[in-house]
């Protein structure tokens, strides 16, 4: 003879709620002052567009900290999230609950001070 084992499954964890949680990596390399790239044609382009995107960006990221600071909500203010695909994007990451963390590479070389001082102020 044999023997007849029935088993019922276990249930590890059970799940009481659920968060859903995004993350959007971001790369903005390229922003770089156009005259000291010396870019011309299409990587010309590209760096007008990203710095006009950043442009965009800090704009956004202004009024919805404008916004938080008078106690308002990012429901209640007009934010131009449109202004750009980056922001349009990033639309659902930047108002409410979100946390953001913005790595920023810099350089230590006297010749990329100017460049560094701006990251860091925008950082």
């Given at each position: 003879g044999g023997f007849l084992v029935a088993?019922?499954?276990?249930?590890l964890f059970e799940v009481?709620?659920?968060r859903v949680s995004?993350?959007?990596l971001v790369d903005l390399a390229g922003n770089e002052r156009v005259w000291k790239s010396e870019a011309s044609g299409e990587r010309?382009?590209?760096?007008?567009?990203?710095?006009?995107?950043?442009?965009?960006?800090?704009?956004t990221i202004r009024v919805l900290s404008k916004a938080g600071?008078?106690?308002?909500?990012?429901?209640?203010?007009?934010?131009?999230?449109r202004e750009s695909n980056l922001t349009?994007?990033?639309?659902?990451?930047?108002g409410g609950t979100a946390k953001i963390?913005?790595?920023a590479a810099v350089s230590p070389a006297?010749?990329?001070?100017?460049?560094?001082?701006?990251?860091?102020?925008?950082?």
């Open positions: 088993q019922r499954p276990r249930r009481v709620g659920s995004r993350v959007n010309l382009k590209e760096a007008q567009a990203i710095n006009m995107s950043l442009s965009a960006l800090c704009k600071q008078q106690g308002q909500d990012s429901g209640s203010v007009f934010v131009a999230y349009r994007l990033l639309r659902n990451s930047l963390i913005l790595l006297g010749r990329n001070s100017s460049e560094t001082l701006d990251t860091l102020r925008y950082a």
